[in-house]
């Protein structure tokens, strides 16, 4: 009798910056199958209203549900922000999402100082870093940036360029001087700059922080979440043999040419072909 294979994982994000959880994912948990969705088509999600943005979230968990997942994970800091309830239509599809992750890794690298979170308008706006940050420590004070250049200049490949040095500078200026011992990277794409962040906060305080982002702590979750809803995928078949999970799913919503350098660069290796794909609900 052949077994079925176990469900995949589905993960998606507005664009590919939430290959840099998928990457953490992947890491973490080898014997699991991930379907991405980047929903390229209509990326930023930034900066746009709150209804809008839980609107093509919708769209995005109804897409991954019919891929057969056991879970979604919400890599994208700005949906995150603005709520994961009411995105699964009422359903029992488990969901996690990167802020309160992110939150708790923050104020496990920090010793007691300011935070500072960097993020897209929506999700500075949303103020759901410091909510959750005051869920586990109501006397922390936390400095939030909203960073909307940051994007764009990720998407282009301008990760290490003085362009991005000197935007880095305007938006980090509320640093100096400042008690900020930990910076949250609170949107998926900005660990792509982690070093010029890195540089440029060390500059402006004159000493070094702890930067951190949601990642590893996303993926943590998640491989305690599984264990405990008994859905994690055996590591192992019933001859002893390690198992290997089918081949990653990686979707994207607009054309899928241009994808594969920019997605190398979020993912650390190569992603073999990306499909395209229709997230809009079909009409009645
Ligand atoms: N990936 C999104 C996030 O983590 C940022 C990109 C966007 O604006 O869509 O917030």
Redesign the pocket.
């Known amino acids: 009798m052949t077994q079925r294979p176990p469900s995949p994982i589905g993960v998606f994000?507005?664009?590919l910056?939430?290959l840099t959880v998928a990457k953490a994912l992947a890491e973490r948990l080898p014997h699991e199958q991930l379907v991405y969705l980047g929903d390229t088509a209509r990326?930023?999600?930034?900066?746009r209203s709150p209804a809008t943005v839980v609107r093509y979230a919708r769209n995005n968990v109804a897409f991954l549900r019919k891929q057969g997942v056991k879970l979604v994970v919400v890599?994208?800091?700005?949906?995150s922000?603005h709520g994961l309830a009411g995105l699964t239509d009422g359903g029992d599809l488990p969901i996690v999402g990167?802020i309160r992750p992110g939150a708790r890794a923050a104020l496990a690298a920090s010793s007691g100082g300011t935070l500072a979170v960097l993020?897209?308008p929506?999700?500075i706006r949303s103020g759901a870093y410091e909510q959750a940050v005051h869920e586990l420590d109501p006397e922390r004070e936390v400095v939030s940036i909203a960073c909307p250049l940051f994007?764009p200049l990720v998407e282009e490949g301008w990760t290490q360029h003085a362009v991005t040095t000197a935007v880095a500078r305007e938006y980090l200026e509320p640093l100096r001087g400042s008690r900020v011992d930990t910076l949250i990277l609170?949107?998926?794409?900005y660990p792509l700059l982690r070093e010029t962040i890195t540089a440029v906060a060390t500059e402006l305080l004159g000493r070094e922080i702890a930067i951190v982002d949601s990642a590893s702590a996303v993926a943590s979750d998640v491989a305690a979440l599984l264990e405990k809803l008994g859905l994690t995928a055996p590591s192992f078949d019933a001859t002893g043999e390690e198992t290997r999970p089918p081949a990653h799913r990686f979707c994207v919503t607009d054309a899928p040419d241009r994808v594969g350098e920019v997605a190398l660069q979020f993912f650390g290796r190569s992603i073999g072909a990306f499909e395209h794909v229709d997230v809009l609900p079909s009409p009645a």
């Open positions: 994000d507005s664009g910056g939430g990326v930023p999600y930034g900066t890599a994208c800091n700005t949906v922000a990167v993020g897209t929506g999700t994007v609170g949107c998926t794409h």
